[in-house]
């Protein structure tokens, strides 16, 4: 801030009294521009916001910084949509349009999200608790690493080793690896089954058979 207070300082000085509103306005609006650029090649979307928007301020009109607010609000969008939070990121496509409305990648996200909104719908009406099964399942997915670890250890002191055991307990290890990835799949499956359908059994357990299916994935 007091670099940026200085470099105001400085045009101040430089520029003409008669030109001076238009010539500061000007200035304040290149700087601020700058920052959002250097902010949102960075990933920095929330300063980048910032910036654009305090350059909107004292140049409504401006197409530099337009453009700016609308590329960093699609970003947000994006990134909204990316962690399950589609009416936030509904709100955030309609702020890019007030600066880019013929904005052909804002066009094509609102279509995906629309579509991905009318999904969710049917998910939830055909399995309420998807969320919750889906989480346990990320989880044990995760849990799959350690074992893959073990197995990649054994090897890497079996170089240095040239012990076989090295290898007998990567084997073992593949093993338990493998029994368990054929489990998750097995649930993996049963998830996707009441996913489309939210059909299952008089246990409450998966149908074997697929039903007729209200949302056909591939």
């Given at each position: 801030m007091n670099r940026f207070v200085r470099m105001l300082a400085l045009a101040l000085l430089l520029v003409p009294?008669?030109?001076c509103a238009g010539g500061v306005t000007d200035f304040i609006v290149q700087q601020r521009n700058a920052?959002?650029?250097r902010a949102l090649n960075r990933g920095n979307l929330s300063d980048a916001q910032l910036s654009y928007r305090l350059a909107l301020q004292v140049s409504p009109d401006d197409v530099h910084a337009r453009a700016g607010m609308a590329a960093v609000q699609l970003k947000i969008a994006a990134a909204l949509y990316q962690?399950?939070?589609i009416d936030e990121a509904v709100a955030a496509l309609a702020i890019a349009e007030k600066y880019d409305p013929e904005s052909v990648?804002?066009?094509?996200?609102?279509?995906?999200i629309g579509e991905a909104r009318v999904k969710r719908e049917i998910v939830v009406s055909n399995y309420p608790t998807y969320s919750e099964t889906?989480?346990?399942l990320r989880r044990s997915y995760l849990g799959l690493r350690t074992?893959?670890?073990?197995?990649?250890?054994a090897l890497e002191r079996f170089?240095?080793?040239?012990?076989?055991?090295?290898?007998?307990k990567a084997i073992r290890a593949s093993?338990?690896?493998?029994?368990?990835?054929?489990r998750l799949s097995a649930r993996l499956a049963a998830y996707r089954q009441l996913v489309e359908s939210g059909s299952t059994d008089r246990n409450g357990e998966a149908a074997l058979a697929p039903a007729a299916s209200l949302l056909p994935l591939p």
């Open positions: 009294a008669a030109g920052q959002g650029d962690t399950s939070k990648r804002l066009a094509e996200l609102r279509t995906e889906g989480r346990g074992q893959t670890a073990t197995i990649v250890k170089d240095y080793t040239y012990d076989s055991q090295e290898l007998t093993q338990v690896l493998n029994g368990e990835v054929t």
